[in-house]
């Protein structure tokens, strides 16, 4: 089986899906945004999780097509999700490296923003932290440029990459992701604590929203929210779901 040529095919047969994790204000405990997640659902082999063809799309280029996919899909349903009077959270789409080093990537976004009809405010580009540090002077043209589109920008896997932490203060981001390998242990071990306390504390003092990953007990959300983490995601609260699933969970935690 060529993977590369399933993969083209499933993106003309409409195999792919997203599934919505939700992002939790620690405060208030509602549900603050949904990360999109993609999903292949392969007519013989089933359910494909992104680590198997991500990497794949990258190498070959299929995660342009891809990409864009599950941008405008994401914002499809956002504007679903507001017509349905459940939409004030906001959308977060993962978008990889290839896909950010396009030159005319602000142009092919702003096409999917408007031709959905999506409230930009209302979309975040979640981009990785090792990722924008690559050419640090065309990332923050880049940068500039969705901004003035309106969408918000987070850094995601914060605290794997090297971040020179100048550029956290020049780059124009609106949300730092603590990396699930800080949150794990968090509750038991003093050091990661003492990571992710300084990383929040950090985030804070410029203004940033601080979204804690992979929290999977009630003791690291404790301890997060007494460190005044922002927003929390992970099993704890909720798994990737699909969207009807997701539209539950939002109407539960109202
Ligand atoms: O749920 P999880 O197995 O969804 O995701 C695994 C990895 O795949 C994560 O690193 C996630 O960022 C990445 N990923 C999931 N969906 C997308 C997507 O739509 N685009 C990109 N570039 N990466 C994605
Ligand atoms: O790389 P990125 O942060 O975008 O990917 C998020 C990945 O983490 C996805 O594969 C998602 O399914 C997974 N994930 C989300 N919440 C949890 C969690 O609480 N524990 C673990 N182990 N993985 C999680
Ligand atoms: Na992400
Ligand atoms: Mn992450």
Redesign the pocket.
Known sequence: LNMESAMRRGLERAEFALHY?PKIDLKSGHVVGA?A?VRWYHPQIGLI???EFIPLAEETGLILPLGEWVLNEACRQQVAWVNKGLGAFKIAV?MSSRQFRQDDLAERVANIIQRSGVDPHAVTL?L?ESMVMQDVGSTLMTLRSLKNLGLSISL??FGTGYSSLSYLRRFPIDEL?ID?SFINDIHVNPDDAAIAGAIIAMGLSLGLNVVA????KNEQASLLKEMRCTQV????FS??VDATAFEGFVLKNQ
Request: charged fraction near 40%; glycine fraction near 8%; charge should be negative.
């Open positions: 994790q990360e997640l999780h992104p680590i993962n979640e990785t995601d896997d992701k699930k990953e992979g929290v999977e995601q992970g099993y704890y798994k990737p």
